[in-house]
Structure formats: C-alpha cells, structure tokens
C-alpha cells in the first residue's frame, strides 16, 4: 500500500512516502535556494518519495534561518527545484509559514548587529545581537496575545503573497504551517486573548481559517495542505503549547476541510522550548507516537491525512497504512538517512534505517549548522560526494570492523572492488557494541544491522578472530587500516590500583561493579556510563573538570539524562579535578576556590578519553590507507565519512 498512488486535491503521488517538511540549514545567507538545497531535494526525489515538503518557507525577511520566498527574485530557484524534483516524478509542496515573533523588528535588529560587527563594532555588534535574540524570545510568548488586527491582516497577505510565488514557480501544494503563529493563536494555553481573537475555538482558530482563504484566494487552483499540530499529554505535564488538544484538532480539522484543505499533516505541536517534543531522539519516545493522533483526525474527515513521528520501518508505515489511521506517512530523518528507501519497499535493497540520534539532523540546526546525518556520508553534499566505480577492479584487505571499517568495506565493494575485511575480536562493530548499552542507546544497533545485511549482499568476505600479518596483507592491492582507539588516563595518584577500571570494560561486561563507583570524567561517555551504572544499581558520582557534564550530548537527549540522573540520585560534581584515588574514595578538588572533596568510592571509572590505535604495518608493501578513530579520535560521524572517503579514493 505504500508504494501505491494517491489523489490529493486532484494532482496524483506516485506514493503515499512524504519527505515532510524540516529546517536542514542548506539555503543561502538571505534565505535563497542555492546549488546546496536543489541537489538534496533532487536526491530524495531520485530515492522515490512521492511528495516533498520544503520546510519553514518565510514569506517575509525573517530572523530564522529558513528558505524564504518573500520576493519575485526568488521564484527562479524555487522554479529550478521542482523541476528537479519533477524528473523524477516527485510532487513538491512549500510550507510557509509565519513565525510567532515580530518578524521585521527582530530582523532590523539582527542586521544591525551584522553592520556593526562588519564595522569592526564587536562589543555594540553583540549588544544588538542580544537585544533581537531576548525580543524574539520574548515575542514567541507573547506575540500571540499582542499582534493587532492591522497585523495579522498584513501577516494574511503576505502568506497569501509567497502562495502566489509559489505558484508561479510550479510548487504543486502549498503547506500552511499551523504551528508557530498560527499555533499560538489557536492555542488555548498560549492564546489568553478575550477579545475575537480569545476565548472559544470558533474565535481562535479564526485567524487561520482566514490564511487559508486567503491562499486560496492568491493561488487559486492550488492543493492545500495543513499542518495540524496536536497537543499531547507526558508525564511530567504537556507536551507542545502551539496547536490543540486532540479533541479541538479533530473539531478543527472538519472546519479545514469544510473551508476546502485538501489533505491534512497530523503532527506533535511544539512550543515546549525542547525540539525532543516533535523530533524525538532515541529511546526518548515510543515509535509511531502520533499515528493515534492522525487516525483520530481520519475519522472525522475525508479528506487524506498524513502521519508522522517515529515511523521507522515500512512495516510500521504499511500497519499505520493498512489499519485506515492515515492514508500517507511521513518520513523525514529516515530519508536523510537512506533517501532511497522508497526504491528499496518490499525487499528491493538494504534499508540503512536511521537510529534516530539526532547528532547530525536537530541538533546541528540547532547550533545553526547544516544537516549532515551522522550515517550518511552523502547528506548534504549531495552529488558531489558519490561512489565512482573504479577504472581498475582491485583487491582491497580492510583492518578492523568498528563502524569505519564497515563503511570502508562498503565503499569499496560499491565500487567493485573484491574486498575482505578483518577483525581481531569476535564479532563486528567495535565500539558501536559499547556505545549501544547505556540507557536509550540500544537504536544504536540497527546500523550494525544494515552493515551485516549490505556486506553479506556486496560479498564481502569476513575475517573474524583474525589480526593479519604482513605477508597476508601483501597478496592485497590496497590495505585499509579503521583499528579505532581505546581507552587513555591521565596520570592520576592511584589509578593503577585495582578497583580503577576503565568505561569500555564496563560496558562491555567485564567489569561488574556494585555499591559506590566514581565516573572520572563527566563527558558523553562518562555520562552514559554513569547513567548505566546508576540503572545498574549502583550509587555513582561523576567528576568533570569543565563546568558542565556531558558538555556537547544533544539538547534532546540531555533533559532527558538529567532527569533520570536527579531520579537515580547521581551525585554532578563538574568544575571540579581529581588529585587522588585512594583505598575507599576519591580526593578532589573543586577548580574555583581549591576547596577539597573526598568522595566514598568501591571502584573508579576512568572516562577521561581516547586515543589512536596503532597497527603494526613492519613488512606491509601494499599501498596503505586509515580512517576512522585511529586517524583521528572522533565521533559516528567522522569515523564514516574519513571511511567513506578513503574507500572511494581505491581506483
């Protein structure tokens, strides 16, 4: 059911697989779409989805780092990536979208900051930077319950107007995004309004209802789509305070559909200040977690409706499918991951499923990077980083099967190349195995899964138990060296004493430990380790010289660390350095003011880092080539793409 057609508004998809809209960070400085965004929206369509959404397309001069479409000068590019897209039989959608802030007075703040800084004006530059970051902050609260009619109806037109360009350019469907502004005021927990605009959903939703028959109104003949954001309940209070609660949604969507939106995108609402909310990471949500939501609004309309959220498989898509709780489904990070998914339904290749982590997707727009996933040595240099079949068939020896070494046998069978890879311990993987233990961490594996999959297809011969010598690595044409790295520790009083272990025989298994341990090191592996320990059991303390623990884990995985760390009781001593380690605890010393602490401890885990691996190559005359960790310690990501490159180089 998923790769067959379906009819929105009158326009076919060759499939019910929607690339759905997200900020991936590829458009130029002033919001245009550069070479960068047209070849990775032409790559997921040459994968085969049905419908693109291109995300968070402003139809004003806004702050935030999104596509934007608020002048005719930009409709050529636009123009371009459809028909991109087009060739490959991929219908394109825009998602405009105005956000909840005062959009021209943050933007006259922000581009003054940039004059300034140009000026050599750093000090005042930054000053004006941090007065548009507090009005935008501050305006995403409140301009809901401030924005004048005047306002909104100039908001309306504008909306209205990038409709009108986007047609002009060819866009099949206009998505309007109900979330951000639109969300805030149709919000009963954002929008406290007593006036038309407040009060009862007919009033709240008021000023959507207009954009959409103001679309219509602009763009006559366009399909239209609407993101319908739904508020949902967690533990520890709500989930999302743009959108509706379920049962407003679903009163909601009969008044779309009867204003005439063509399709409905049933989605998590946002507005918690955690994109964990909408984008979850691994092991921090239930898969498929707002397919519920979609197949409430199903039943109320008749309109199609697309699911999104954690739909990982095309098992889980086809059930979503087939039990009538939508009629298309949303895949996003997925796509990032392996835009040719939808050319791989019902067996046709290896689906390289995403584990969900974040690291190369949410979190880097978040820190106003590009997208790169973290599997995907491809994504977000799309076309220019492609696998070339060599000119000569060689044969390659791999060394080591940690996550380098089975992107670099990979590789380099794509390229033809006969290929045989080794490995000293017993099974593939290398320190995926340990990363996959902590808490939350287990998604982790199904990228091992892929590999074994793909390799046993691209018949690589596997070498396990094995660490080969100079005369075996001769007989080979090219040797590719991914040995990875191990565990270090600085030279701290005592840590050579026995109940001193190391983070890596710890998670591995080999060290099974209980009552008081002390993590030495409060970095992402320390971290996890200790949340491990701590599930385990144990009563454990983290030491960390800089002032944060698990400085750089993802902003949508670390409330949710901390929170387990505060349930757990895990004792955070950051800022703080081991002198010694001593029979029964730990002598530390806290970095501001030297104020000592002695922390009780039945073992010490050391997590202060890693470093290069060696390999002896004495006598080895074939060409030789590394990657990974053994070059240069770093993470997922590093390790496949220095793999990737160094395959693809074997000619």
Known sequence: MLGTPINIGGIELKNRMVFPPMTTGYEEADGALGERSL??????????????????????????PTPKLDTDDKIEAFSRLVEG???????????????????????????ESRALKKEGR???????????????KRDMECFAGEVTKEQLESIAKVMAGCAARAKKAGVDIVQIHGDRLLGALCSPILNKRTDFLGGSLSNRVGFALDVVRAVKAAAPGMVIDYKLPVITEAEDGLRGKGGLPLAEAVAFARLLEKEGVDMLHVAQANHTGNMNDTIPAMGTREYG????????????????????????????????LTEGKCDLVGIGRGLLCDPDFPKKLGGAGNIRHCVNCNKGCTDAVMKNMACECVLNAENGSEYIRVIKKA?????VAVVGAGIAGLEAARVSAMKGHTVTLYEKSSELGGQINLAAVPPRKRELLRALDYY?????????????????????LNLYDCVLVTVGAENTSPA????DQPFVVSCRDVLSGKELLFGKVIVIGGGLVGAETAEYLATAGCSVCVVEQLPEIADGESPTVLPEMMKDFAKR???????????????????CEKLEGGEGVVLPADFVVMAVGAKSNGFDLCGVTAKVLFAGDCVRPGDISAAVRSAYDAANSID
């Open 39 to 64: 070849n990775f929206y032409k790559r997921i369509a040459e994968g085969g989805a049905g419908y693109i959404v291109i995300g968070d397309v402003s139809p004003v001069a806004t702050a935030s």
């Open 85 to 111: 897209c087009h060739a490959f039989g991929a219908k394109v959608g825009v998602q405009i979208f105005h956000p909840e802030y005062d959009a021209a007075a943050v933007s006259a703040l922000a581009e």
């Open 122 to 136: 750093e000090e005042e530059g930054r000053a004006a930077a941090k007065k548009a970051f507090a009005k935008l």
């Open 289 to 320: 977690f707002a397919v519920n939501l979609a197949g409430a609004v199903k039943m109320t309309v008749s309109i199609p409706v697309c699911a999104v959220g954690r739909i990982l498989s095309e098992t889980a898509a086809e059930c979503a």
């Open 391 to 395: 000119e000569t068939k060689r044969k």
């Open 452 to 472: 074994k999959r793909e390799l046993l297809d691209l018949k690589v011969k596997i070498n396990l138990g094995v660490s080969p010598v100079a005369e075996e």
């Open 492 to 495: 701290i009083k005592g840590s």
């Open 569 to 587: 009781g895990v004792g955070l001593f950051p800022g703080h350095r081991v002198v010694s380690i001593e029979p029964g605890g730990v002598n």
